[in-house]
């Protein structure tokens, strides 16, 4: 059993601090978990201001402001739901709640920010 496994070690490619090199394929894989939340961010980047101003006829300084005030309420919030989803005890874990509860809520709001009234 330990020649199996003393040849099975090398055959990896290593790195310094004894941890294995990660292959393209997992490395997709990690990444490919951020690619939600990143579609929708860039989506925010890119086209609320112009969609604020030009499709729903909002004056640029009121857009820019109401652009700050989300990113105000994103720094004070970020920290106080980081702190509540660290002391979350559940059988699912810590953040599994979070993310499971906390994504339709978000889908909906994404969604109704895009419609002029």
Do not use: C, H
């Not at 909002?58 to 739901?81: F, H, R, Y």
């Not at 559940?90 to 709640?97: H, N, T, V």
């Amino acid at each position: 059993m330990s020649d199996v496994s003393s040849s099975d070690a090398s055959n990896r490619p290593q790195v310094s601090g004894g941890l294995e090199k990660l292959n393209f394929t997992t490395k997709l894989a990690y990444g490919a978990g951020d690619m939600g939340p990143a579609m929708t961010a860039n989506l925010l980047v890119f086209y609320l201001l112009p969609f604020l101003t030009n499709v729903a006829g909002l004056p640029a300084g009121l857009a820019g402001s109401i652009l700050m005030i989300g990113k105000i309420s994103d720094a004070i919030n970020d920290p106080m739901v980081g702190i509540m989803s660290d002391r979350t005890r559940s059988s699912w874990g810590r953040r599994i709640p979070w993310m499971l509860f906390g994504a339709i809520p978000f889908g909906v709001l994404f969604f109704l920010q895009w419609i002029v009234p």
